[in-house]
Structures are given as structure tokens and as C-alpha cells.
């Protein structure tokens, strides 16, 4: 069973940065598999927030953090991460890390249907 563990959540002014990262249990599966992150806030429904392929060669976002946040993967330390700047109070949410369902594949990687194993996610707060 992979676990995918996110950290680097916390309270920030608007205006500021955050980096989350998100650890998996497993290199062979991570290898393998498009990585994503997602967001929820509170009475909203799961938002898709970025992809990353593979081979870190191909990135996707959705367009509410389009310029402003960014996506990458360390395949060697079985790691992605999602740097977030110019942060704004709308992005405060609950942030989770995802892995796509299907190897090899970039299907409707915005879709949060199509990813089958989920962090618990980490907290981002952004303050006025």
C-alpha cells in the first residue's frame, strides 16, 4: 500500500510563500505514476491545483494559481513539491497530493476522479 505524506502547510500574509512537499511510501510506484496536488476549502468542492508528469517533463494548473504557483518532482527522494508565491486569501485550503490511477498515463489529469491515492492533506491559511 503506497501513503503519500504532504508537510509544509501553515498560516501566511497575502502576498507571501509557502512550499508543501509530499513524500511517497514507495520510489517504483512513484516513478511511474503522474502526481498531482488539489485543494478544498470549506463548503467548496476539491479543486484541481497542478500535475506533474513522470518524468517532471510536462506540468499542468489550474488557472486560478496559473504564474503564481509552481510544480516539481525529485524522483530520486520520492518527492513532489508545490511552491506557492503571491498567495492571496482565496487560496487558503486544505492541500492534498495525489498520484494518478493509471501508470504512464496524463488522462485528464485535472480531474480529481482519476487519481486513486490521496495524502491526508496539510493546511494552508492566508491572512488579509
Known amino acids: 500500500q503506497v501513503h503519500l505524506v504532504e508537510s509544509g502547510g501553515g498560516l501566511v500574509q497575502t502576498g507571501g510563500s509557502l512550499r508543501l512537499s509530499c513524500v511517497a511510501s514507495?520510489?517504483?510506484?512513484?516513478?511511474?505514476?503522474?502526481m498531482g496536488w488539489f485543494r478544498q476549502a470549506p463548503g467548496r468542492e476539491r479543486e484541481f491545483v497542478a500535475a506533474?508528469?513522470?518524468?517532471?517533463?510536462?506540468?499542468s494548473y489550474g488557472d486560478s494559481v496559473k504564474g503564481r504557483f509552481t510544480i516539481s518532482r525529485d524522483n530520486a527522494q520520492i518527492t513532489q513539491y508545490l511552491e506557492m508565491n503571491s498567495l492571496e486569501p482565496e487560496d487558503t485550503a486544505v492541500y492534498y497530493c495525489?498520484?494518478?490511477?493509471?501508470?504512464?498515463?496524463?488522462?485528464?489529469?485535472?480531474?480529481?476522479?482519476?487519481?486513486?491515492?490521496w495524502g491526508r492533506g496539510t493546511q494552508v491559511t492566508v491572512s488579509s
Open positions: 495525489a498520484s494518478h490511477g493509471s501508470m504512464w498515463s496524463w488522462d485528464n489529469v485535472g480531474s480529481q476522479y482519476k487519481y486513486d491515492r
Open positions: 506533474i508528469s513522470w518524468n517532471g517533463g510536462t506540468t
Open positions: 514507495e520510489g517504483t510506484f512513484f516513478l511511474n505514476h503522474v
